[in-house]
């Protein structure tokens, strides 16, 4: 019982991960990045070899420092998370500020300062454009909300039980979609995750329908 | 140049005064007094030494040849002087000349920076130049409006997020079954991004009432379940208030807890 529970909770975990996550974008990124500059700094002739040397000289390099900052941004936004004890952008736009300013902290109160400043600033342009990028995602989501909404407060009871059944969907993409970057052992996880949400949702269903009559019946009352 | 030449002329004085002083110190004072004793003298001076040889000539008549020699040198450090101080004039003349060439050399560098002619710029020119300013500072305003709608203007669905989670963990019932801290997040996933997205339907019934419905996963040291809540936006006093709060706790036992439910006045 304690083991999937505990399986549950990505924190201390995520940390590990995200330093292997980090470090292969900083790797694969700075390869791509130093290849190309080496192949444009060769002379006709060596731009390959002028590429590969490049390359082994500066993706390594390039890699760690993406591990580190990965890494402290998810401790950082780890002991967020315990400490508000909710999950919102928040988290990540502090996180990103704390890890720029401890990075700068050797180089005195005013870089680190400045440091974490462009941070939060940098945390709050990605989040704001994930927010707005899910915003226009879930556009064309609401269109058949909306149908059954207004049968739903047109008609009073019949409709209502279509009210519940559609924010299940969503978690379950969410779900799919976030399963796809798992690891071999949590995509087995999660796929009895799954298993065992999509049941308890059936019954969250069974349950609101039994409970969303006595819902209405005080707007019933306000009207 | 006069007053030079008198400068000079001061200067041999005073060396003739000085070999005087030395001949009168050596001789007795007797001998320039007679006239017939200095051209016996004179004679012996020639045979004893070079000084007193030159000392006496200088007074005798320049008939001799050795006299006629040494005075030829003499003329000779005379020309001498009369050219250095020449040189002299001409070295301050030099200078004079040095300003004009500087002067002239001075001329050519200042008539360009006057011809230089500046050409206006095009009225389509300028006009393009401020579009594009205008168009910069466009998108950073586009920016900056995204950020803190997003952000600094906190979204409804995280409002209400908060609102309810903080109802939730304030409840003894629920800390009763799943222990003190309980946690909220938005979706059972390792993904930051997604646990931190807060399924949520935003509509507005028939009578111009706002609704915002979020499911989120709450989860403490003992167990875990998942909330459901709904609130709407009073017109009246303009402050939003629940519909229901449901909460359904999956662990350790399933139960279900309705803490809030919207009765009318």
Redo the contacts between chains.
């Keep these: 019982m304690g083991t999937p529970e505990t399986s549950r909770e990505p924190c201390p975990d995520r940390i590990l991960d995200d330093v292997g996550g980090a470090f292969g974008m900083g790797a694969v990124g700075g390869s791509l990045f130093h290849f190309l500059k080496g192949t444009y700094n060769s002379p006709n002739g060596e731009r390959l070899v002028g590429g590969a040397q490049a390359v082994r000289m500066n993706a390594p390099r390039v890699g760690g420092s993406f591990a580190v900052w990965g890494g402290l941004f998810s401790a950082f936004d780890c002991t967020m998370v315990f400490m508000r004890q909710k999950e919102d952008p928040w988290n990540s736009i502090i996180a990103g500020a704390a890890t720029g300013g401890f990075l700068s902290m050797r180089q005195g109160p005013g870089a680190a300062g400045r440091s974490a400043l462009m941070g939060g600033m940098l945390l709050a342009l990605i989040e704001g454009a994930g927010l707005m990028l899910n915003r226009v995602l879930a556009t064309p989501p609401p269109l058949p909300v909306d149908d059954p909404n207004l049968p739903a407060v047109m008609g009073g009871g019949g409709g209502i039980p279509g009210i519940p059944q559609v924010p299940v969907a969503p978690p379950e993409v969410a779900s799919s979609s976030g399963g796809g970057s798992g690891w071999f052992g949590s995509l087995f996880g999660k796929k009895e995750e799954e298993k065992k949400a999509s049941p308890s949702g059936g019954k969250s269903e069974m349950l609101e329908s039994f409970d969303t009559p006595s819902t209405p019946i005080p707007t019933f009352e306000y009207k | 140049m006069a007053s030079r030449i008198a400068r000079l002329l001061q200067h041999q004085n005073r060396r003739l005064l000085s070999t005087a002083a030395e001949a009168s110190s050596r001789r007795p004072p007797r001998a320039p007094l007679s006239g017939a004793i200095p051209k016996h003298e004179v004679a012996k001076a020639e045979a004893s030494s070079l000084k007193k040889s030159r000392w006496y000539m200088i007074k005798s008549n320049p008939s001799s040849p050795l006299t006629t020699q040494r005075e030829s040198h003499k003329v000779s450090t005379h020309l001498v002087r009369p050219s250095a101080s020449y040189s002299t004039q001409a070295s301050e003349q030099n200078p004079k000349e040095g300003t004009k060439d500087l002067k002239t050399v001075e001329d050519p560098f200042d008539s360009p920076t006057y011809n230089i002619p500046e050409k206006p710029v095009t009225f389509a020119e300028g006009a393009s130049y401020s579009l594009v300013i205008v168009a910069g500072l466009g998108i950073a305003a586009v ?1 900056g409006y ?2 803190f709608k ?2 600094i203007f906190e ?1 409804k669905e ?1 409002k209400i ?2 609102k309810a ?1 903080a109802r939730v ?1 304030n409840d003894s019932q629920v800390t009763a079954k799943i222990g003190y ?21 935003v ?1 507005t ?3 111009g009432v706002e609704h915002v ?1 979020v ?1 989120f996963y709450i ?1 403490g040291p003992h167990g ?1 379940g ?1 909330v ?1 809540s709904e609130m709407f936006k009073d017109n009246n006093d303009r402050s939003w208030k629940f ?2 709060l ?1 909460v ?1 706790i ?3 036992h399933r139960v ?1 807890l ?1 803490l809030e ?4 006045a």
């Design positions: 920016a995204a950020v997003e952000l979204p995280y997020f908060g989670l963990q801290p309980v946690t909220g997040y938005g979706n059972e996933s390792r993904n930051r991004a997604a646990r931190q997205r807060i399924p949520n339907k509509w019934d028939e009578d419905e499911n989860r875990a998942k459901y519909t229901y449901i359904e999956v662990s350790p279900q309705m439910s919207y009765v009318p």
